[in-house]
């Protein structure tokens, strides 16, 4: 069972209304709809009566909001609780979540490019992948989020309530380990891919149908979606891997991987929640322009 199943029982309790609790709680109608059916599956009773308009709740679902309510109470409170004796007892904080491959590429020259304009900075840091991030933020537990934006895929946040900087340049290319790869009979490549579904995945598929591309095949998929595994097998010469910019500057300046594609130009992207809000956090944002920075070319 999972907290954000019972949020949105509560939430569906308030609104009666599956598309309005799911604009809510910024998933899409179908997914909500399931994760409310797994409650239901997990406590072993239907919650609501879904035969009439707006919906009503069961007896069952009448006894069961009143525990709901109280146990998201006692768990904000906990966490209210554990974080302010957190930040009582630490330097002025931020609170992060960012894509794996951005938290070991980006996010420390950054945390220390902040540091120089704004002083002393603790940090907390969530990396993860990008459904999970946009959660963090979502839900409030995170101040600041940062993630890939390429026009093709759009990110579903509401402008007023995250807004977002641009704070730095990347690109996205195919690498392969230098002098370590023969294109088979046909002249392709062997191709290293991400996890169907993954962000870093879906611009990658964006990238291979760019004119210059190379031809593939797929010989290995990586189920995490990390990108830092793939340049791993893409180092030890198993295949072709399109990874950021950022990610491979040090092993392309080394020579042990060699770019065989266009680069593909992408955003970094700096988000924040408008609902969290002191003034240390308003100090770090306004600094965050004037620190951005281009990682587009991995030299």
Not at 211 to 228: D, K
Not at 244 to 273: D, F, H, K, N, Q
Request: hydrophobic residues 40%.
């Amino acid at each position: 069972m999972e907290l954000k199943w019972v949020e949105d029982f509560i939430s569906l309790a308030e609104t009666r209304s599956f598309s309005r609790s799911a604009e809510l709680r910024h998933v899409t109608q179908s997914a909500f709809s399931r994760r409310i059916r797994s409650l239901e599956v997990w406590l072993g009773t239907v919650l609501l009566d879904r035969s009439t308009y707006p919906i009503t709740l069961t007896a069952d679902g009448r006894h069961f909001l009143e525990t709901a309510e109280e146990v998201v109470r006692l768990l904000t409170l906990s966490r209210a609780d554990f974080r302010s004796r957190s930040e009582a007892s630490s330097l002025p904080h931020v609170t992060i979540t960012a894509l794996h491959s951005l938290c070991l590429s980006v996010l420390p020259g950054w945390l220390g490019r902040i540091r120089e304009v704004v002083g002393p900075l603790g940090s907390r840091v969530l990396p993860e992948n990008f459904n999970i991030c946009i959660q963090a933020l979502v839900e409030g537990g995170y101040d600041l989020l940062f993630t890939y934006h390429h026009p093709a895929i759009s990110i579903s946040l509401d402008p007023e309530r995250h807004p977002f900087q641009v704070i730095g340049q990347d690109s996205l290319a195919a690498f392969a380990a230098t002098g370590l790869l023969t294109p088979d009979a046909r002249g392709r490549l062997p191709l290293l891919q991400y996890s169907r579904g993954s962000f870093l995945g879906r611009l990658a598929t964006i990238a291979q149908a760019q004119p210059g591309a190379p031809e593939t095949y797929p010989v290995h998929t990586n189920e995490n979606s990390m990108a830092e595994a793939l340049r791993t097998m893409a180092l030890g010469g198993h295949g072709v891997a399109w990874l950021p910019a950022s990610l491979v500057a040090r092993e392309v300046a080394a020579g042990t991987l060699t770019a065989v594609s266009p680069a593909m130009p992408m955003e970094i992207r700096l988000y924040r929640s408008a609902e969290r809000t002191r003034p240390f956090l308003d100090q770090v944002w306004n600094a965050a322009a004037s620190v951005s920075q281009n990682y587009s070319h991995a030299e």
